[in-house]
C-alpha cells in the first residue's frame, strides 16, 4: 500500500493559519463518537464554549484540571493526502486559548530525563491542505498533546511496538480509503507518582477505528507494566502491549466508548489472565 507524500516550500506555509475544526466523527462515513466522561471526570474537565471537548486541527482533547494533561485525544488521520513537513523552529507550547495553570508546560521537564510523548502523533496529523497540514503540524506541539514518558518506558523494548501501531495497519491491511480515526492517552491512577505536581502516568491506551471491506474495525491497545492490577505490586521491570477489547479498556480508563466501537470489536474475549503481551506488531488481530 503506498502512502502519498508532497513536498511544502517556506513560501506555501506563509501565513498559514485555519480555523481548528477538530476530530471529526464522520470521518469514515460511519458516526465514531467521542469518548464520555464519568460524572466525577466531567466536573474535573476543562471547559472549552461550555464543554468539556477542545478542538484542535484534525484533533481533539479533553482536558483535566487535577491532573493537568489529557484524559483523551482523539484524531482523524487522512494517509492519501499526508504532507511531509518539517518540525524545525517549532517549540512545544502551552496552549493560549486555554487556563496556563490547567497545563503541565516545560516546568514539568526542564533539568530532569522526562520525555516530551505526543499522545497524538505528529505524523499522523500533518495532511490536507498545505496551511492546514501546517496548522496540525504546530498544534500537535501543544502541551495539551503532550504526556510525560518515564525513563522504563523509554528503555522497553515494547516501545517500538506502541509506536508503530498505525504504521502497522496500513502495512497489513487493506484500509479502506486509507482512513484512521484513532483515541489515546495516558491511564490515570490515584498511586501514580507525583512529580513537580504532575502525577506520572505509568500506563496508556490506544484504540484504532477504521474500515476494511465495507466493515467498521475497532482495536484496542494497552501499553501497561501488567495487565492484572493484583500483580502490580511485583513491579515488573519492562513495560508489555496487550491487545485487549473495547469493554476491558472502558473498565481500564473509566471512559464510555460509544456502542459503534463496541459493535466494531470482535476480538475473542479471554479471562485477563490469560491475555499474553504482544510481542511484535505481526501478532496484532487486526
Known sequence: MKVVFSLSTDADLANASI????????????????????????????????GNVIPCTHFS?????????????????????????SRSGIDFDKDSRLPEE?????????????DRGHIA????????????????NEDSFFYTNIAPQMDDFNQSSQEGIWGQLENALYEQVDVEGLKVSVFGGPVFQSGDQVYRGVGLPSEYWKLIVFKEGGVLKARAFLLTQDLDQLRVAL??????????????????????????LHLADDLVVVRVEEITPLDSTVDITW
Not at 121 to 136: I, M
Open 102 to 114: 490547567f497545563q503541565s508546560g516545560n516546568e514539568l521537564y526542564q533539568g530532569n530525563r522526562l
Open 61 to 85: 482533547l479533553s482536558l483535566s484540571k487535577s491532573r493537568r494533561l489529557a484524559r483523551w485525544v482523539a484524531w482523524n488521520i487522512d494517509g492519501s493526502a499526508t504532507k511531509r513537513l
Open 121 to 136: 502523533r505528529r505524523a499522523d496529523l500533518v495532511w490536507g491542505e498545505v496551511a492546514e497540514a501546517q496548522q496540525a
Open 235 to 260: 513491579a515488573l521491570d519492562e513495560f508489555r502491549v496487550y491487545q485487549v477489547s473495547v469493554g476491558e479498556l472502558e473498565q481500564w480508563t473509566r471512559l464510555e466508548f460509544a456502542e459503534t
Open 19 to 50: 480555523d481548528r475544526i477538530g476530530y471529526d466523527p464522520e470521518f469514515l462515513g460511519t458516526s465514531v463518537a467521542l469518548p464520555i466522561l464519568d460524572a466525577e471526570a466531567l466536573q474535573d474537565a476543562v471547559l472549552w464554549e461550555g
